[in-house]
């Protein structure tokens, strides 16, 4: 059942993710972690750090990941046929409209109402990245003082390094060594 489940949830999101792997975030987020309670947000994030850190397309990645933690190698197999499934369909369907008939106006109109609704789906998870980054927490608490320094210096670093155009290989691994040395840190002055 769990198998059939995890098809399921991801041919949802492999659906809706109009945009790319990074529109794919809330759409797993709100099946794996708000619905099912299968992770929590931490365990989520570090899937979708592990998926960008890996070869391949972020979202399939994902899945994978996702469903490798759920309910092992079958687990990881549906979850990946049911992200792809749609789009495998969908796109046939598409090019051959789109081969046909050339650049169909209607299509193009939803393809632009659709691309604000993506930004928006990214928006949100990565706000709910930040909440985690900066304060360990899944929701924002009601004290902001409680900050963690680690997560605001690696954030400040790495948006610098993004808006240098550093490659992301770079700097995801500079901030791991950062978060691991800067936590060794932390833990001697205690």
């Known amino acids: ?33 708000d619905t099912y309670h299968w992770m929590n947000l931490s365990e989520f994030v570090d899937i979708f750090t592990i998926s960008q850190m890996t070869p391949g397309p972020i979202g399939i990645n994902a899945a994978t990941f996702a469903g490798m933690k759920i309910a092992g190698i079958p687990g990881a197999v549906c979850a990946t046929i049911g992200f792809c499934t749609p789009s495998l369909i969908l796109g046939i369907l598409l090019a051959r409209l789109f081969f046909r008939y050339g650049d169909i106006g209607p299509i193009r109109g939803i393809l632009n109402g659709l691309r604000p609704a993506v930004v928006a789906l990214i928006a949100a998870a990565g706000i709910s990245f930040v909440v985690l980054a900066l304060w360990n927490v899944e929701t924002l608490p009601s004290d902001l003082r409680t900050i963690d320094p680690i997560g605001v210096i690696i954030l400040a670093a790495s948006l610098i390094a993004v808006r240098r155009k550093v490659s992301v290989i770079k700097l995801l691994a500079a901030s791991g060594v950062a978060g691991l040395l800067l936590g060794l840190a932390r833990q001697m002055t205690l």
Do not use: D
């Open 1 to 33: 059942m769990i198998y059939l489940m995890l098809f399921w949830e991801f041919a949802k999101v492999g659906l809706f993710c109009v945009g790319g792997g990074y529109a794919s975030m809330p759409l797993i987020q709100a099946a794996v972690v």
